[in-house]
């Protein structure tokens, strides 16, 4: 719209300046000319207005995100430290099973041990002939 203005006026400032027909007719290139500084200006006024707005909303839209990635990268950590805890729980969990179980298994082996030899203690005592002769 600003380059449009601009560009009639500056047709009509040349033509006007060429034909020069009358005083009129300068005074109106004038006027035309005059306007067309105007419209240059409110142009650019609104330009810069725009620009300062579109500035400070990309400054806020920058700060949001970077809270969000800070808030991200916590929710992360925090997630990390969780997952960290849990894996310790479960291995020291898992290892205490193990261990529990190997000494189950080896009581069960020792008390099966013994009982084999108390049985094979009373079998030898059972079957030992008491008027043995050599």
Do not use: W
């Amino acid at each position: 719209m600003l380059k449009r203005h601009l560009l009639l006026a500056s047709l009509l400032a040349g033509t006007f300046a060429v034909t020069a027909c009358s005083q009129q007719t300068e005074d109106q290139a004038a006027v035309t000319a005059d306007q067309a500084a105007d419209t240059a200006a409110s142009a650019g006024d609104v330009i810069a207005a725009n620009t300062e707005a579109a500035t400070a909303e990309a400054e806020v839209a920058a700060q949001n995100t970077g809270a969000k990635i800070n808030d991200s990268a916590e929710n992360a950590g925090v997630a990390v430290s969780n997952a960290a805890d849990n894996a310790g729980e479960a291995i020291t969990d898992g290892t205490n099973k193990a261990v529990a179980s190997t000494a189950a298994v080896v009581a069960d082996g020792a008390s099966s041990v013994a009982e084999g030899a108390s049985n094979v203690a009373a079998d030898a005592e059972a079957k030992a002939p008491t008027d043995q002769q050599y």
